[in-house]
């Protein structure tokens, strides 16, 4: 029995440790984009707002497929041909 809770001890003091390294020395991406060089910074921006731009047409797409009775490729199917 003392020998688990030794194991249980260890380990719990292992990924702790570990958990707090990386927290530690691993940057968030709010401190990552202002490293960036200015050139870099904008062109991150843009991607960003596409991918965001895109998710929410996805969203969108979901919804309408949610709460019609066709299927949701026919949906994308006429979504994506009205662009």
């Known amino acids: 029995m003392a020998n688990e809770i030794k194991v249980i001890l260890y380990m719990t ?17 709010e401190t990552m984009r202002k490293r960036l060089d200015p050139a870099l910074r904008k062109e991150y921006d843009q991607r ?10 996805m969203m969108d797409m979901m919804r309408e497929a949610a709460e019609s009775d066709k299927p949701a490729w026919k949906i994308a199917n006429e979504q994506l041909g009205k662009k």
């Open 13 to 29: 003091g292992i990924l702790a440790t570990g958990y707090g390294l990386m927290k530690y020395t691993v940057p968030d991406e």
């Open 48 to 57: 960003r707002a596409a991918n965001r731009e895109k998710g929410q047409q």
